[in-house]
Nanobody, 121 residues
């Protein structure tokens, strides 16, 4: 069974840094676009950053210049380096990947379980 396993959340003071990691658990054939989303209390889940297999990245305006997404396609892992954190970055962060499990199969969208990031002022 394929799962996405996240790590790296926690409590940090404003201005601090955290690095989130999301790795594939289980056997897959290949991966495609990887992304991080976040959901704050009372708000909808929204895209933070995404990265294609060709390493083209995209960021929400609110995190540009502070967050960096990267990936290791060999290890099927995606990272989110978060610097200069602000209280408004507080949310549950979810990783998201398109994965192909079977040879010749289609890409299926998978979600991680979520990791809490809390930034204190």
């Amino acid at each position: 069974q394929v799962q996405l396993v996240e790590a790296g959340g926690g409590l940090v003071q404003a201005g601090g840094s955290l690095r989130l990691t999301c790795a594939v658990s289980g056997s897959i054939v290949s991966s495609n676009t990887m992304a991080w989303y976040r959901q704050a209390p009372g708000k909808q889940r929204g895209l933070v950053a995404s990265i294609s297999r060709g390493r083209s990245s995209n960021y929400a305006d609110s995190v540009k210049g502070r967050f960096t997404i990267s990936s290791n396609n060999t290890k099927n892992t995606v990272y989110l380096q978060m610097n200069s954190l602000k209280p408004e970055d507080t949310a549950v962060y979810y990783c998201n990947m398109y994965l192909r499990v079977g040879v010749g199969g289609i890409f299926v969208n998978y979600w991680g379980q979520g990791t809490q990031v809390t930034v204190s002022s």
